[in-house]
């Protein structure tokens, strides 16, 4: 069964930082380009950021740039996403999820893990 | 990278169709035939329905179909079932790698 469950969501301090994790199954990880969408509360889905097969390239949203890294581990089929001087705007569900073989839309998705910036 | 724009909400009867746009710009949905969309049921992570414009993945009943003219493309699920009011999102690939998401819009059944 193709799989992705993410960890790392907590509550974090304005400015703070925090790593999500996403550990991937049930395909061949390092085929796939993979990404992070979010879901403020109440809110609508937002693309974060994309990484290709081998991490040699990633692009982000403009609200993200610069604060935020997304990385991949193909040996341990994980994927991360590094976030940096966090604000409450950043407060949301993390989704991580696959790109379909051929790219450009995303076929499979995890259950979440939940960011929340609060001081 | 401006959201697409959905209508917030849609409604129709069962057994009836309902059709959603998803309008961009020539950078996004009029420039690239990759345009998907997703449903979503309260406090489920999304589910891909359409992708490239209007091909349906496995186990997508065919009552679901997408098209696009120009900058807008759309959706229209036909027979509707109890089981489709959910919220309901475009997607596309747009100019430097970006990607833009819709506003999403909620469908109801009548």
Redesign the interface.
Known sequence: EVQLVESGGVVVQPGGSLRLSCAASGFDFDDHTM?W?RQGPGK????VS?INWDGS?T?Y??SVKGRFTISRDNNKKSLYLQMNSLGTDDTALY?CTKD?LL?????V????TTVIVSS | QSALTQPPSASASPGQSVTISCTGASSDVGAYNYVSWYQQHPGKAPKLMIYEVNKRPSGVPDRFSGSKSGNTASLTVSGLQPEDEADYYCFSFADNHNYVFGTGTKVTIL
């Open positions: 990404h969408v609508g889905l937002e693309w994309l390239s692009y949203a403009d989704y379909g790219g450009f839309h995303l076929d998705w995890g259950q979440g």
